[in-house]
């Protein structure tokens, strides 16, 4: 037994009131533990699968979702962008900005809200950097506006909608 089992011990315990803790006290527990279980998806897509079967169920290219929706649809939006944004920075795994986009993505489309996924790149110090970030309304979910970075000439090549009927995984 001696310190170290009661250290042991005790880790355990915070580690059990902190779970006891997260299922009385979080309100949103679904979409707190599904922006977990996403953003792992994701980020192990992202990491195995060719870009052109990611692609493929993001949406259609070129087609913007509308700017116009309704004060719920904003209020689940900004809850998604909360629970995104505070998950993915605690993960174990990288969670940036692609992960981002594509777990808030799926989180919206569960709710039937569409959204608009953009990718664009800038130059940065010789050195090309891409940036993904998702539009709900005129609410930026995830990666803010994108500001700097630069959509292809022709934006129908990079903006990505996702319909309400369309699969989002």
Request: net charge positive.
């Amino acid at each position: 037994d001696g310190i170290i089992g009661e250290n042991i011990r005790n880790m355990i315990k915070r580690c059990f009131r902190a779970l006891v803790d997260f299922i009385r006290l979080n309100g949103e527990k679904k979409m707190t533990i599904l922006a977990y279980i996403y953003a792992a998806y994701y980020r192990f897509k992202i990491k195995f699968v060719p870009m052109k079967k990611i692609e493929k169920k993001m949406g259609t290219r070129g087609i913007e979702s509308t700017r116009d929706v309704s004060v719920e649809d904003y209020r689940i939006a900004k809850l998604v962008a909360f629970h995104v944004n505070r998950i993915t920075k605690h993960t174990p795994w990288e969670s940036k900005c692609f992960v981002q986009a594509l777990t808030a993505q799926k989180l919206l489309l569960n709710n039937g809200i569409e959204s608009t996924l953009y990718m664009g790149v800038k130059h940065e110090d010789g050195v090309m950097k891409a940036h993904a970030w998702l539009r709900c309304g005129g609410l930026y979910v995830t990666g803010g506006t994108g500001k700097g970075y630069l959509l292809p000439k022709r934006p129908s090549a990079i903006i990505l909608y996702v319909p309400v009927t369309g699969s989002g995984s």
